[in-house]
């Protein structure tokens, strides 16, 4: 399974960019999926998820300025960010949990892409 990340790019403070991630590959069956980001210097920490039947959970630094999407037909997510600041300039991971039934029970495999660079200039 991969996940294959796209639209990010630099844009001025209050400016908004919409972040795709597409899973591809053998066996797949994707269960949540969401986007992580690392500032530089910093820890990778969560921004966003959302469940298969839509449910979603924000960190609070970005409630209100970011939406996460799915299209589950797709095997897509999507991070719509709006009013953009410069501290969430940073590198934005895709991350997806890929369900894998086997003779020996479910198994859940944790994917990331490889990332999309965002920054935000004042």
């Known amino acids: 399974v991969q996940l294959v990340e796209s639209g990010g790019g630099s844009v001025q403070s209050g400016g908004s960019l919409r972040l795709s991630c597409v899973a591809s590959?053998?066996?797949?069956?994707?269960?949540?999926m969401g986007w992580y980001r690392q500032a530089p210097g910093k820890q990778r920490e969560f921004v966003a998820g959302i469940d298969t039947v839509g449910y979603t959970n924000y960190v609070d630094a970005v409630k209100g300025r970011f939406t996460i999407s799915r299209d589950n037909a797709k095997n897509t997510v999507f991070l719509q960010m709006n009013s953009l600041k410069p501290d969430d300039t940073a590198v934005y991971y895709c991350n997806a949990e890929n369900v894998v039934h086997t003779i020996e029970g479910t198994k859940y495999i944790e994917v990331w892409g490889q990332g999309t660079l965002v920054t935000v200039s004042s």
């Open positions: 590959g053998a066996g797949l069956n994707i269960n949540a």
